[in-house]
């Protein structure tokens, strides 16, 4: 594969995660200079750090289960 080829595909292929930074960046910022966030955004982020708890979980114990670990005594 060429250079040019490779760094074209892996600049493009980032520019869908740069611009989501950059929009909740923006959404944060604006949200901490007005005082209080909008509570569409509070809900949001109470509902992404659920999800994110219980993906975890779930995959560190299919992990566990895996290597044969069982964390009941």
Known sequence: M???AYIL?????TLPAIF????VGELGS???LSGHP???LVYFGIAATLA?????GDLAS???KDLDIDLQD
């Open 2 to 4: 060429p250079f040019s």
């Open 9 to 13: 595909g892996s600049w493009l292929g």
């Open 20 to 23: 989501a930074y950059v929009q």
């Open 30 to 32: 604006e949200a901490a």
């Open 38 to 40: 909008p509570s569409w």
């Open 52 to 56: 994110a708890i219980t993906l975890v």
């Open 62 to 64: 299919k992990t566990l």
